[in-house]
């Protein structure tokens, strides 16, 4: 069974940094794209960008380029998102979820990440 | 940017009643390789996003066959044939067919 675990809660103060990490069980890392997305309260969702664990290579949408980093640690099947410059509107939960062709079929359960001074 | 628009906002549903939910994008959706990436997810309260479909009526592993979802170009549904209780979700369309990937803003099918 595939599964992604999600580290847990971070509260992080204004122009700090976040990392959030995916580890994965069920399936070879390196056969499907992992991709981001982030949930900001009450709020619906927004596609972040997504890495190749194969290669590397990374996508990002607009909205976060410059600012987000995404990369797989292959021995030991891990993804991790990093967000810099963080800002209250930052505050979301933000999760990984694994795509098979353009569908992501599997998600993770979720980091909450808040911004607060 | 691809525009996905979902109505209603909000559909109060009645138990064993049929439900349906409608998602536009702002350009067609078909991929110059022929499939048109447009996929449903369920977000039950408290919950992570479930893939419902894929590739407009892919019915994915596990998913009641009470869900079907249906469309093409531009024009999308996702219709649940007899509401039950454990189908009070937040759904969205998303579209995978153009750089960025992008969502619906979510509609939420409450009982009535």
């Known amino acids: 069974e595939v599964q992604l675990v999600q580290s847990g809660p971070e509260v992080k103060k204004p122009g700090s940094t976040v990392k959030i990490s995916c580890k994965v069980s069920g399936y070879t890392l390196t056969d499907h794209y992992m991709h981001w997305v982030q949930q900001a309260p009450g709020k619906g969702l927004e596609w972040m960008g997504l890495?190749?664990?194969?290669?590397?290579?990374?996508i990002y949408a607009e909205k976060f380029r410059g600012r987000v980093t995404t990369n797989a640690d292959t021995s030991i099947d891990t993804v991790y998102m990093s967000l810099n410059s963080l800002t209250s509107e930052d505050t979301a939960v933000y999760y990984c979820?694994?795509?098979?062709?353009?569908?992501?079929?599997?998600w993770g359960q979720g980091s909450l990440v808040t911004v607060s001074s | 940017d691809v525009v996905m628009t979902q109505s209603p906002l909000s559909l109060p549903a009645t138990l064993g009643q049929p439900a349906s939910i409608s998602c536009r994008s702002s350009?067609?959706?078909?991929?110059?390789?022929?499939?048109?990436?447009l996929n449903w997810y369920q977000q039950r309260p408290g919950q992570s996003p479930r893939l419902l479909f894929y590739?407009?009526?892919k019915r994915d592993s596990g998913v009641p066959d009470r869900f079907s979802a249906s469309g093409s170009g531009t024009d999308f549904t996702l219709k649940i044939s007899r509401m039950e209780a454990e189908d009070v979700a937040i759904y969205y369309c998303?579209?995978?067919?153009?750089?960025?990937?992008?969502f619906g803003g979510g509609t939420r099918v409450e009982i009535k």
């Open positions: 979820a694994v795509g098979r062709g353009w569908e992501l079929f599997k």
């Open positions: 590739k407009v009526s």
């Open positions: 998303m579209q995978g067919t153009r750089w960025p990937l992008t």
């Open positions: 350009q067609s959706l078909v991929h110059s390789d022929g499939n048109t990436y």
């Open positions: 890495v190749d664990p194969a290669d590397g290579e990374t």
